[in-house]
C-alpha cells in the first residue's frame, strides 16, 4: 500500500509523573516550534488552570512538530500527548485511536506502575508497535537496567504466547527535563551521551510506520477529539484515514444514530507546533480541525456524499465509580453561586457528554438529581471542581461503585493496587489494606529502605482510602491504582471508624464553643463562618455522630471575675479540598460545593428526623 512518508503520527503513553509533558517540550524547542529567547511556560501542552494547578494531565492534545531526517527531506510528526491518570483513561483510548505508534514513557526509578500497564494493555491491543523510553536516567536513584528487565516482564505478563515478536522494541534513553537522549545505556544517575533528542528522533522515524492509505478510496475522516473556538464555534478533531479533504468541502456526516447528513465545511485548519493554521487541504494520515457541524460529537465520521462509508465508533472502558450531582439544597443555598436550577445543571452535564466519551449520566428518583459515573473518583472530583469555577451550586453524594450481575450473582470493581513505602510502615499499610479486603500479590524489597507492594483490593476500599494512608506513612508513602476487574461482592466495609459532629442549630460559629468542642475531635470550621442544622463541623474521634452547639456564646454577667478571662487556645480547622471531603463522606453524607465554599452535610438536616431513622431501623 501506498504510505505517507513525509508524516509519522505518534502517542506519548505513561504513568502520572513520569515526564510525558516534559518530553514534549524538549522535543518543540528542539524542533524550532520557538523562537530564541521567547518566554515559555513550562509543561507548555497543560494548557487548562486545574492542570497547572494539580501538576497532571486531564486531557489529550496534540502538536505537530518538524524534523528533518537523515535523508535530507522534511517529516512532520504529531504528537499526542495522554494523561497519565488511570481516572482519565477514556482519554488515553481516544488518542490511541488517531495514531499509528506510541512512545511508552518508564521512569528510570519508579519503573512500570498501574498505568503504565493499562495503556500498554491499551496499545497491545491496538497491535500498534512500541518504542521504549527510559526516561529521568539522571535521577540520583535511578536503576536503569532493573527497570529494562521489569518493563519487559510487563510485556509478557500482558503478551500471548504467540505475540513474543512485538518484544523487538527500541529501546531509548532519556533525559526529558535536559532534552537529551541515547541508544546506548548509561551509568545510573549519569545524563546520556547525546547533547540533544536526535536519536529519540531517528528512532520515530525508523520505528514508526509511516500512515497508509488506498489508491482512489473515498473519504473517510474519524473524530476523536472536540474543541471550540470563539469564531468559528465547534471544532472536530478528526485524522484522515482515507480521501482528502479540503475547505468548503461537501462531505457527508455519518452521524452516531445511523442517519447520514451532507454538510459543508467552513474550515480546515491543521497544526503547527502549539498553533492551528488554516489549511487548503488534508490526506492520508493528517489530523485536522474542522469547523462548520455545530452538532458533531466524538466517533462519527465524515464520508463521500455519493458513497458515505461511516467507521466504527470509539468505544472505551466502562464506568466503575459513581457519585450523584443535584442542585444545592442548603439554607445556605445561592449566596454566592449564579448558576442555580436543575435545568442549567442539566444542561451543564449533557455538554460534558458530548465531548468527554468516558462518563455516563443517569436519571434518579428526584428531578433536580442525577448519577454522573465515571473511571474514579479524581475524574468526578475534576467535573465537580470545573462546574464550580463556573459559578455552578452542587449538592454531590458519595462516590459509589458500579456494580454489575453476573450469573446471577453481583460483581464490583477491584483495583490493582501498587504502593512504594519505607520499610517501616510495612505493617500499619498491611493492616489498613487487610480492613478493605485488599489481597497482597507481590511484594519487593530493593535494598534502598523502600518496599513496593502490589494489592488487588475493592474500588470500594479505595474510596476515603489516600488521605488515611498519608497519615500513616507520614506523607513518604506513594500509592497508584488501576482498575483491574470484577469480581464478586467482598462483603460489608466498614473504612472511616470515626463519626462526625454535626451542628445542631443555624448560626455563626462562636470561639467560645470551639474551645469546648475541640476536645471532641477534628473541626472543619473557624470563627465567624456561618453553619446550619445538619452541617458537618467536625469528626468525632468515637464512632458514632454527636450532635453539638457550635454558636454557643459566654453569658455575660455584671459580676467581676476574680481571676479575669483566660485566652481561648484554638486548634486551627481542619479545612477540607473536595478531594477530602469526598473521601470523608459517609453514605448518609452529601457535600454541598459552591464558588466560595464546600460544606459536608447531612442529606436529611433536620436532627429530629434523622433521630427517628436511627430509632426504626434498630428496632427493625
Known amino acids: 500500500m501506498p504510505t505517507r512518508t513525509d508524516l509519522r503520527n505518534v502517542a506519548i503513553v505513561a504513568h502520572v509523573d513520569h515526564g510525558k509533558t516534559t518530553l514534549v517540550d524538549a522535543m518543540l524547542w528542539q524542533s524550532g516550534a520557538f523562537r530564541v529567547g521567547q518566554d515559555v511556560e513550562k509543561r507548555v501542552m497543560d494548557s487548562m488552570d486545574l492542570e497547572r494547578e494539580k501538576g497532571i494531565t486531564i486531557l489529550a492534545k496534540n502538536t505537530a512538530v518538524r524534523h528533518r531526517a537523515a535523508d535530507g527531506s522534511d517529516v512532520t510528526i504529531n504528537i499526542i500527548d495522554t494523561p497519565g491518570h488511570a481516572d482519565f483513561g477514556g482519554e488515553v483510548e481516544r488518542g490511541l485511536e488517531m495514531v499509528d505508534g506510541v512512545l511508552l514513557l518508564v521512569d528510570a526509578s519508579e519503573g512500570p506502575l498501574p498505568q503504565t500497564r493499562f495503556v500498554l494493555r491499551k496499545a497491545l491491543a491496538k497491535q500498534l508497535p512500541i518504542v521504549l523510553v527510559i526516561n529521568k536516567v539522571d535521577r540520583h536513584d535511578a536503576r536503569i537496567a532493573e527497570v529494562v528487565e521489569e518493563t519487559y516482564e510487563l510485556f509478557l505478563d500482558l503478551l500471548e504466547d504467540d505475540e513474543t515478536h512485538v518484544l523487538d522494541f527500541p529501546v531509548v534513553y532519556a533525559s526529558a527535563k535536559a532534552g537529551r537522549a541515547t541508544l546506548t545505556a548509561p551509568d545510573n544517575g549519569t545524563q546520556p551521551d547525546s547533547p540533544d533528542l536526535e536519536p529519540l528522533f531517528a528512532t520515530i522515524l525508523d520505528a514508526i510506520p509511516a500512515p497508509t492509505y488506498t489508491e482512489g478510496a473515498v473519504l473517510q475522516a474519524h473524530v476523536t477529539n472536540l474543541d471550540a473556538s470563539p469564531y468559528l464555534g465547534r471544532l472536530a478533531l478528526c485524522r484522515v484515514v482515507e480521501g482528502t479533504l479540503t475547505r468548503n468541502q461537501a462531505v457527508a456526516w455519518c452521524r452516531a444514530d445511523g442517519s447520514v447528513r451532507t454538510v459543508k465545511l467552513s474550515e480546515l485548519l491543521m497544526t503547527d507546533a502549539l498553533e492551528r493554521v488554516p489549511a487548503d487541504s488534508a490526506g492520508p494520515g493528517d489530523i485536522v480541525a474542522i469547523a462548520g457541524i455545530p452538532d458533531i460529537t466524538i466517533g462519527e465520521t465524515l464520508s463521500d456524499p455519493n458513497d458515505p462509508k461511516p467507521l466504527p465508533l470509539i468505544t472505551v472502558d466502562e464506568p466503575s465509580i459513581s457519585m450523584t450531582i443535584g442542585i444545592n439544597t442548603s439554607p445556605l443555598a445561592g449566596q454566592s453561586g449564579k448558576n442555580l436550577t436543575a435545568r442549567l445543571l442539566k444542561n451543564r452535564l ?7 466519551v468516558s462518563i455516563r449520566v443517569l436519571p434518579t428518583e428526584r428531578p433536580d438529581t442525577w448519577e454522573v459515573q465515571g473511571r474514579g473518583e479524581l475524574q468526578l472530583a475534576i467535573l465537580v471542581e470545573m462546574m464550580r469555577r463556573e459559578s455552578f451550586e452542587l449538592t454531590v453524594g458519595k462516590p459509589q461503585v458500579v456494580t454489575r450481575e453476573i450469573d446471577g450473582k453481583v460483581h464490583e470493581p477491584v483495583e490493582r493496587l501498587t504502593i512504594d513505602a519505607p520499610e517501616d510502615f510495612v505493617g500499619v ?19 534502598t529502605g523502600w518496599v ?37 461482592w467482598h462483603g460489608e466495609l466498614r473504612t472511616r471508624p470515626t463519626g462526625s459532629l454535626v451542628a445542631d442549630r443555624k448560626g455563626a460559629v462562636s470561639s467560645y464553643a470551639l474551645f469546648n468542642l475541640q476536645e471532641r475531635g477534628t473541626l472543619f470550621v473557624g470563627p465567624g463562618t456561618d453553619v446550619y442544622e445538619g452541617m458537618i463541623v467536625g469528626e468525632n474521634a468515637r464512632s458514632d455522630d454527636m450532635d453539638v452547639n457550635p454558636t454557643r456564646e459566654k453569658k455575660l454577667t455584671n459580676v467581676r471575675s476574680s ?25 448518609d453524607e452529601c457535600i454541598e460545593v459552591t464558588p466560595a465554599a464546600v460544606r459536608i452535610r447531612k442529606v436529611v438536616l433536620s436532627g429530629t428526623e434523622r433521630a427517628r431513622t436511627r430509632a426504626r431501623a434498630k428496632n427493625a
Open 350 to 356: 449533557d455538554s460534558e457528554l458530548v465531548g468527554n
Open 429 to 447: 499499610v498491611t493492616q489498613l489494606l487487610g480492613l478493605r479486603r485488599g489481597r497482597l500479590e507481590q511484594m519487593v524489597n530493593h535494598g
Open 452 to 488: 513496593r507492594m502490589e494489592y488487588l483490593v475493592p474500588a470500594r476500599g479505595l474510596i476515603g482510602f489516600r488521605t488515611e494512608f498519608l497519615t500513616e506513612t507520614r506523607g513518604t508513602g506513594l500509592m497508584h491504582h488501576v482498575f483491574e476487574a470484577y469480581e464478586p
Open 563 to 587: 481571676t479575669g478571662d483566660e485566652l481561648e487556645r484554638l486548634i486551627p480547622p481542619k479545612l477540607m479540598s473536595l478531594e477530602q471531603a469526598l473521601e470523608f463522606c459517609r453514605s
